[in-house]
C-alpha cells in the first residue's frame, strides 16, 4: 500500500464542521478509494472497517490505524473476545477520537462502534451501559452504539436483562436526543424485527447481520434498499462474519469461503487474496464489512481493493454461491451456545460443559478449529468466553471431539495452560476443574 492512498484514507471519515457532513461517494472503479455511505445522521463512514472480535488487542488497532483504517466495531462483551477499553485507548493515543477532531487537534478520526449486551436489555441498565462505554473509551460522545443480540437465550447472559430491546431503544432515542450518541442500530434482524424498528420515533441508523457469500440475507437487503430509495429513512447493511467464520463455529472442517473454488480462482486471476474478492463484491453492493485481524498485512490488503474489478459476470458468479457452502461438516454439529433461542438439540453428539477455573491466574477459552494447531494460535483459535476470577463458571454447549484451550487473559505470549477434548462417553454433561498444567504440555 503506497503513501498517497494511506494520507488519503485518513481523510475518508472527515464531515465538514459546519454542516457535520461529508460527501458519499458511490463510485468504485481501480482508482477510488473504498467506497463509502452517508448515514442517516448525515457523517459518511468507509464500507471497509476493522472488526476486533476474537482478540483484537490495543496494538493491533493502532496498526490498523497506522494503516489507514477510520472505522473500529467494538462491544462491551469481553466473553466474544471484545476488548472496549484497549480500543479506546488506542484511537485517544492516536489523537483521532471525534473529540480531538472536534477541538481541532486532528484532521480526522476514527468512528468507533460499540455494542450492549442482551443482558443489560432494558432502560435503566442501557442508561448505565452507555455510560460504562463512555468510561472505558475516555470520551465524552459516541459515535454508535448496537444492541449486540435482541435477546439472551440460554448460556450467552449471566442473568436475566431488566427488559427488552424495545426498553433499550427508548434509551438510546434519548441519547441520540442528548447528543451522547451519534447513531443508533441493532443485530441480528429478521423481517419482523425490521418491520418493528420502522414504526420507532428514531429509526435505526445500521442494521448489523450475518452475511458472507453462502449466507447473502437477499430478502432483507432488499427491503432495507427499498426503504433507502424512497429517501424517508436511510439505513446502513453492515455485515459480520464476511469471510466465513460463522461456518467454522456451526462445524465445517474448513473454512469455506476462503476454500471456495471460484473465490479462489479468482483471487488467483487478478494476485489478491480470497478475502479482498470477498471484500470488493460485498462492498460493491453497498454492504459494509467489518474484517477482524491482528495481522497488520492483513489489515492492509483487507482495505486495499482498489487495484483491481470484477466483472458483472464474475460479480453473478459470487452472487450464485448463495445457500450452497462448499466443503464437509463433521457429524459432530456446531459449537454453540444455544443460538435457536433456547431450544435443545435431538443431536446425539452435543456435550453440555461446565467450565469453572482452577488455576490462580484470569483464563481466556478458546475453541480450536479441526487441523489447527493446539499449542500455537496462527489466528485461528476462536476465543468463546473468559473464567476471570477463581471458581468462575463458563456454561458452553459443544460436541463430541471439539477442542478447547485455556490461556491466562490478557497475555501477549498466548501459552496454553491447559487443554481438552470433547468426549461424550464422559457424559452429555460434562463439569470440567481448570487447572494450569502448563508444565506437563
Not at 490505524?65 to 493515543?93: C, L, R
Request: charged share 25%.
Amino acid at each position: 500500500m503506497n503513501f498517497s492512498f494511506l494520507a488519503l484514507c485518513i481523510l475518508c471519515l472527515v464531515p465538514d464542521k459546519s454542516k457535520f457532513q461529508a460527501s458519499a461517494s458511490t463510485e468504485d472503479d481501480t482508482t477510488s478509494l473504498p467506497p463509502t455511505f452517508t448515514l442517516s445522521n448525515n457523517i459518511t463512514i468507509p464500507l471497509i472497517g476493522l472488526g476486533s472480535a476474537s482478540g483484537v488487542r490495543y496494538s493491533n488497532v493502532q496498526s490498523a490505524i497506522d494503516a489507514g483504517y477510520t472505522f473500529v466495531d467494538t462491544a462491551q462483551s469481553s466473553s466474544w473476545g471484545y476488548h472496549e477499553a484497549e480500543v479506546g485507548k488506542a484511537i485517544k493515543d492516536a489523537k483521532r477520537r471525534w473529540e480531538d477532531w472536534h477541538s481541532g487537534e486532528s484532521d480526522g478520526y476514527v468512528f468507533v462502534q460499540t455494542k450492549i449486551h442482551p443482558q443489560d436489555l432494558g432502560y435503566g441498565a442501557t442508561k448505565k451501559a452507555i455510560q460504562l462505554s463512555l468510561e472505558r473509551m475516555e470520551v465524552t460522545s459516541l459515535d454508535s452504539v448496537l444492541i449486540h443480540k435482541p435477546r439472551c437465550w440460554e448460556g450467552i447472559c449471566t442473568r436475566e436483562p431488566e427488559g427488552t430491546w424495545e426498553d433499550s431503544w427508548v434509551a438510546l432515542e434519548e441519547a441520540v436526543h442528548d447528543g451522547t450518541v451519534r447513531s443508533i442500530g441493532i443485530c441480528d434482524v429478521d423481517n419482523s424485527l425490521l418491520d418493528q424498528l420502522l414504526t420507532k420515533r428514531i429509526g435505526p441508523t445500521i442494521i448489523q447481520n450475518w452475511f458472507d457469500p453462502f449466507h447473502q440475507d437477499k430478502e432483507l437487503r432488499r427491503r432495507i434498499q427499498e426503504i433507502n430509495e424512497k429517501g424517508e429513512q436511510k439505513v446502513l447493511y453492515q455485515a459480520y462474519s464476511t469471510l466465513g467464520t460463522q461456518w467454522m463455529m456451526r462445524g465445517y472442517t474448513n473454512n469455506p469461503v476462503l476454500n471456495n473454488p471460484i473465490l479462489k480462482s479468482l483471487a488467483k486471476k487478478y494476485s489478491v487474496s480470497v478475502p479482498q474478492v470477498v471484500i470488493q463484491w460485498a462492498t460493491r453492493q453497498g454492504v459494509m464489512v467489518l474484517p477482524a485481524s491482528r495481522n497488520r498485512s492483513h489489515q492492509e490488503s483487507n482495505l486495499d481493493i482498489s487495484g483491481f474489478r470484477l466483472s458483472d459476470a464474475e460479480m453473478k458468479s459470487i452472487d450464485a454461491l448463495d445457500g450452497h457452502p462448499s466443503g464437509k461438516i463433521k457429524p459432530n454439529g456446531r459449537l454453540g451456545r444455544k443460538q435457536d433461542g433456547g431450544r435443545s438439540s435431538n443431536n446425539p453428539n452435543e456435550v453440555g460443559l461446565q467450565l469453572v477455573n482452577k488455576a490462580k491466574v484470569p483464563l481466556d477459552v478458546f475453541w480450536v478449529p479441526e487441523g489447527a494447531d493446539i499449542m500455537k494460535d496462527e489466528g485461528d483459535h476462536v476465543k468463546v468466553g473468559e473464567l476471570n476470577r477463581h471458581a468462575d463458571v463458563l456454561n458452553l454447549n459443544s460436541y463430541h471431539g471439539h477442542v478447547f484451550v485455556f490461556k491466562e487473559h490478557g497475555k501477549s505470549d498466548e501459552r496454553v495452560l491447559n487443554h481438552f477434548v470433547v468426549d461424550k462417553g464422559m457424559g452429555g454433561s460434562q463439569h470440567h476443574e481448570i487447572k494450569d498444567r502448563s508444565g506437563e504440555l
